[in-house]
Structure formats: C-alpha cells, structure tokens
C-alpha cells in the first residue's frame, strides 16, 4: 500500500437500500432481468460499519446505485458522518422523496452537498429518460431546497446536479447547466453512460457522436464559467473514435478488451487501433481529482486505478465490493462477519492489488466502464456490462459445478 500521509485517506460508498422508484432508461432497475432487492441496512450494522469506517473516511456518499431516500436509515446515517468528523459526505438522490424533513436534518447536521440527479432540460426528454418522474415534481424540489436554506440562512448543503450523457439529451446539456444555475445548483457533474446490455439503447452511447459530444461540453463549460458553476465532465472524445456499426447503421457493439477494444485501464496508445488522444497522467490526475482520492498530481502514475487502495463499497446486506462497478459481482468481504482491517488486508483486496501493480487486469477492470475508471479514448470502457455479468456467473457457477462433481455432491 501507498504512503498515507493522512489519517483520513478511504472514500466510502454505502448503500442502505437496494430500490428505486424509477426506471430510468439507461440503468440496471430497467433491465430485463434486475430482480429489486428487499434487503435494508438495519441501525446495528449501520453503527459497526460506521464506528469501523468513517474515522478513516475523507469522503462519504451514502449512495451508489439505488435511492437513498428510500432507506429509513439515512437520517441517522447523516447524523454519523457529522459525529464522526467526516470531512467530506453527501448523497445523491433522485429527489422524488426529497422531503422537508431530511433536507432540515441535512441543514442540522451541515452536509456539505446534497446532489439531485436530472438528465435533460425539457420536460419531454426527461420524462422519456427517466419514468415515471414527473417534471414538475423534480423542479418543485429544487425550489424548495433554496427556501428552506434561504429560511434557515445556510450555505449548506450545496446543490449539486448531475446528469448521464446520451445521444437523446446532450444538445440539452448547455441548456440544462443554465436552468441549473437558476435553481440555486452551484455544482454540475457529467458523466458518459456506462452502457448495460439488453436495455436496447446501446445506439444512444456517444462514441458515436464524439464530435458532438464534445462540441455541447466545451459550451457548458462557457457557459458554466459565465454563470458561476463548478462543472466536471469527461474528458474529450478523440474525434476519430467511435463504435461498430451494422449495414443498417445500427450500434453493433464497442469492443470488448479480449476482442481488440484495448484495456480500459491502459491508454489509447496500448489499443491495436492507435488515435491521438491524452496522457495517462493526464487522466489519472483527472479522475483522481474527481473521485477525491488523496493522490496528488503526478507526471507518471505508477498504477491505473486507485480504487483498490483508496475506496471500499459497502451493500445493503454489509457484503463489500472494490468499487462502484463491480460487475463481476463478486464480494470482498462482510461486515456482518468482519471487521475493516481483516476485509481492507484480506486476500481478496491483496490480490486486486497485485493485479493493478502488474498490470494484470481481470476482466471487470480491463472493461471497466467509461463512468467509472475506464477511459473515454478506449473502446473496452463501452462494452456491455451484461457480458462480463453473465461471463463470471457462466465460469464460477461452472467451477462450482466441477467442485461438486469432484467430491460427489
């Protein structure tokens, strides 16, 4: 492991909940085969992974990838963070729920940032995009959220907004960052979609508009800088990047990293298909920035991804993932059954670890999606998430199997 030169270095993902209210279009609650989970984060296991976590946490977000609001929790989740000292923390929500009860809790407890998901700038796209939300509904939150700090005179929580970036909505974007700033949104954040297999909208993905793409967020840059508005966003596309088409136009698929899509760990040098793009220290100093890990900028980093020494997932049920997009779905501990230190030193984290170092990427890292770590010049960062699912479901239920077999169950 690094030298840490800070007591509090380990970003925390902590999901309480496993639901939604919505489908939105590009997520997995909308997938053919998501089965919703009913499991909740009780009170006990929020304090042990808490008392266990957070006096080493730099950052908090009491969210990943389900509805924080939903979780009964969450109040005392946020009460935590401030009695543990926790520097960084916030959540972000799909604002249906978003009630004048927790935004006080959230002005008592001064969290830093409250962020509201929103991907379109007209009420007709982001119906589409995200059912059943309702326009209306969203926007009257945001206006409350500016009265109710305006009537307790608190700069706190910042709003914050962030939005998946698709074909259908990114014309919308610069649009949408001035709607924002008239919503009292002080921060945006842009991200790529990370494309899921069998939704049906692999065509919306913007490798195959890279042009555009970046034309729409150089102009919410502008216009962000005008405005006042922090904004992070993706890197620029290399306009000569773009996925695979059939006869009829159609998005076929980007390429996985066993099928010459490169690594989506290495730069797009190391890919069989050389484009001009930019530095790995570049992107590492970018993403590190974004994420905020505690890695200073470097001219050369010796490793792709710093997730396995700087971040842990923590699911509803205490089971524990490396990251946000662990597709391969396999678990790295439990804290239920364990503390930190036997999950953070176990063999499991060891040998991500040793993976990273050498370069040796498992499947789910060397197809890393664009919204996470994988870089937008590669074409593996795009592959479909169900493939690799379906892929380490097929190889360890298959070595599960043979071990069964072998002893004579």
Avoid at 103 to 124: C, F, G, N, R, Y
Avoid at 144 to 152: F, N, V
Avoid at 189 to 196: K, P, Q, S, T, Y
Avoid at 218 to 230: F, K, N, P, S, T
Wanted: with cysteine; glycine share 6%; proline share 6%.
């Amino acid at each position: 492991m690094p030298t840490l030169r800070t007591r509090r270095y380990l970003r925390v993902k902590l999901d309480m909940v496993g639901r939604c209210q919505l489908r939105c279009i590009m997520c997995h609650f909308s997938h053919p085969e998501f089965q919703e989970s009913t499991t909740l984060m009780d009170e006990e296991l929020l304090e042990k992974v808490a008392a266990d976590l957070f006096p080493i946490a730099n950052d908090v977000v009491l969210s990943s990838s389900a509805e924080p609001l939903l979780a009964p929790a969450l109040p005392r989740a946020l009460e935590l963070c401030r009695e543990h000292g926790v520097p960084s923390f916030h959540f972000s929500t799909n604002a249906i729920g978003l009630t004048d009860k927790i935004i006080h809790k959230a002005i008592d407890v001064q969290m830093p940032v409250l962020t509201i998901s929103i991907d379109a700038a007209t009420k007709e796209t982001f119906e589409t995009i995200r059912p059943p939300a309702k326009w209306e509904k969203i926007m009257s939150r945001f206006d409350r959220l500016q009265a109710i700090k305006a009537e307790r005179g608190s700069k706190l929580p910042v709003i914050s907004a962030t939005a998946v970036l698709m074909r259908c909505n990114i014309r919308e974007m610069p649009d949408l960052v001035r709607l924002m700033a008239s919503k009292g949104v002080e921060q945006m954040n842009f991200v790529h979609m990370g494309v899921i297999g069998d939704l049906g909208i692999e065509d919306e993905s913007l490798i195959n508009d890279p042009k555009l793409s970046n034309e729409m967020l150089a102009e919410c840059q502008r216009i962000a800088d005008e405005l006042g508005v922090m904004i992070t966003m993706p890197m620029p596309f290399p306009e000569d990047f773009g996925g695979s088409i059939d006869e009829e136009g159609r998005v076929i698929d980007a390429a996985r990293s066993d099928e010459g899509g490169g690594n989506a760990m290495g730069a797009a040098e190391e890919a069989e298909v050389e484009i001009d793009s930019f530095s790995v220290a570049e992107f590492m100093n970018h993403k590190n920035k974004e994420f905020l890990f505690p890695v200073p900028e470097k001219a050369h980093h010796n490793r792709r991804c710093y997730f396995p020494w700087y971040y842990i997932h923590v699911n509803p049920d205490g089971t524990v993932f490396p990251c946000g997009s662990w597709f391969e779905f396999s678990t790295f501990g439990d804290f239920k059954t364990q503390s930190f230190r036997e999950i953070w030193t176990g063999p499991q984290y060891t040998e991500l670890r040793h993976q990273h170092v050498a370069m040796e990427h498992r499947d789910v890292c060397a197809n890393c999606t664009v919204a996470n770590m994988g870089r937008p010049d590669v074409l593996a960062s795009f592959s479909h998430r169900a493939k690799i699912k379906r892929q380490w479901i097929e190889e360890n239920l298959g070595a599960a199997n043979g071990a069964m077999k072998a002893d004579g169950s």
